[in-house]
């Protein structure tokens, strides 16, 4: 089909991106597939040849078959898509010809966004951000409600935005991510006060421009009011939100394994995870392909990356984080249908909660890979935000009533603050 409107690309010059066929997103990730994926599969034949369907269902919806190892059934060793090799690039599933590519309906227009699971993302290798034109307009001619009209989106629970305010929403806070000389602790830190402070305002009648004029004023004296008002401890109850917060972005169910376990039998393996996180002692969870063995106390003594990322945008850490932050605002990717419909203010909540979860998975994650390290590399900040990166708004369990309560609860009481507030050492469980 033909797209009749303009596709925006992500206004991020400084994000660039090419496959380098690293084969790491055909590696650990659960691919729903297409009533025309699986017509698709069906003309290649491969149920014939791999002796079963190449596909798995659950709960009404079709995935690609993984190996035991989470890696996909058409992976090579080469690393290579063998559907790729075989038939070439439009005869893959439509998520595997887009990643890390999207298109999001906003309503100014189908919004180019971007997947930070991607290594070649994270590493900012390749071309810029504009020369995907003619992806975003086959992604788009594959999935047709990408370019859709876009739903309403809610600037507060109860409260709809405009277009305007959500432009001018995005536009400040990206300018603020992209502030010279403000460490990315101080950032962030401000990225939280904004989602409570418009949390608790009141803006019924604070509509388009006098919307615009309001953020534009938090934005210029920020800095100061942050300086005045440091975070201060995270209670022990506000703690075990950001702990549950952790455990919801890092829960990966297996479909293969859930479906021979049974129901029962997955629910009580998921319970004792997310007691183990809730507790924080002994061993971390295993996390599938990411850490293994790693106890939390020794994750813990590692200080907190990005309150050591104190050197600005120059620090390869701090631009990591920065670009995906700025990626997730201005790829439409921070709420409504980028984010399970989540209002402007909520959705900026949960993105505070996305890099402070990074932040403590960074650690762990650098005792996996060297038990006598001490101290945060760019690879296990990479791994870390990755991993929150894959499931952001595309995990059922962050798009329940739960995790908006949790996320109301953390505007309490500067909760979203204090549990986001990158302290030399961050979380350490009680």
């Not at 996909?72 to 005869?91: K, M, S, V």
């Not at 900040?381 to 798009?399: E, H, K």
Request: proline share 6%; aromatic share 6%.
């Amino acid at each position: 089909m033909a797209v009749p409107l303009p596709i925006l690309t992500l206004d991020l010059p400084a994000q660039k991106y090419s496959c380098h066929a690293c084969g790491n997103c055909c590696r650990d990730f659960t691919v729903q597939l297409r009533d025309e994926d699986i017509a698709r599969l069906g003309r290649q034949g491969w149920s014939a040849e791999l002796g079963a369907e190449p596909w798995v269902e659950f709960r009404g919806s079709r995935f690609l078959r993984q190996r035991p190892d989470g890696s996909c059934i058409f992976l090579q060793d080469d690393g290579l898509c063998r559907i790729h090799a075989r038939y070439g690039l439009q005869e893959k599933p439509v998520a595997c010809r887009s990643f890390p590519l999207s298109v999001m309906p906003t309503a100014d227009g189908p919004q180019q966004g971007l997947n930070f699971a991607c290594g070649s993302v994270q590493l900012n290798k390749g071309a810029p951000m504009a020369s995907h034109l003619g992806d975003l307009r086959r992604i788009a001619e594959d999935a047709p409600e990408t370019i859709g009209q876009a739903r309403p989106v809610a600037l507060l629970p109860g409260r709809e935005a405009s277009p305007l305010e959500l432009r001018a929403l995005a536009g400040v806070l990206d300018q603020w991510m992209g502030r010279e000389g403000a460490s990315i602790a101080t950032r962030i830190d401000g990225l939280a006060w904004i989602a409570q402070a418009l949390r608790h305002a009141k803006l019924a009648s604070v509509k388009d421009a006098r919307f615009l004029e309001l953020v534009t004023t938090i934005v210029a004296t920020l800095e100061d009011e942050l300086d005045a008002d440091p975070p201060g401890v995270a209670t022990e109850r506000q703690e075990r939100m950001l702990r549950q917060a952790i455990f919801m972005r890092t829960e990966d169910p297996r479909l293969d394994r859930m479906k021979a376990d049974g129901f029962l039998r997955t629910a009580w393996r998921q319970w004792r995870r997310q007691r183990a996180f809730l507790l924080g002692g002994g061993t971390v969870p295993e996390l599938r392909g990411f850490a293994k063995g790693v106890r939390f106390q020794d994750a813990e003594v590692i200080p907190n990356p990005l309150h050591d990322a104190a050197d600005g945008h120059d620090d390869p850490i701090d631009d990591l984080v920065t670009r995906w932050v700025r990626a997730r605002l201005r790829g439409a990717r921070t709420w409504g249908a980028g984010y399970y419909g989540f209002s402007a203010v909520e959705g900026l909540a949960a993105l505070c909660v996305d890099v402070a979860s990074a932040a403590y998975l960074a650690r762990v994650h650098a005792v996996g890979r060297d038990p006598s390290a001490d101290r945060v590399e760019v690879p296990d900040m990479a791994a870390a935000v990755a991993r929150i990166d894959r499931t952001a708004g595309r995990a059922p369990w962050l798009a329940t009533s739960g995790e908006r309560l949790r996320l109301s609860f953390l505007a309490l009481d500067d909760g979203l603050r204090r549990t986001c507030a990158l302290h030399p050492c961050g979380v350490e469980w009680t």
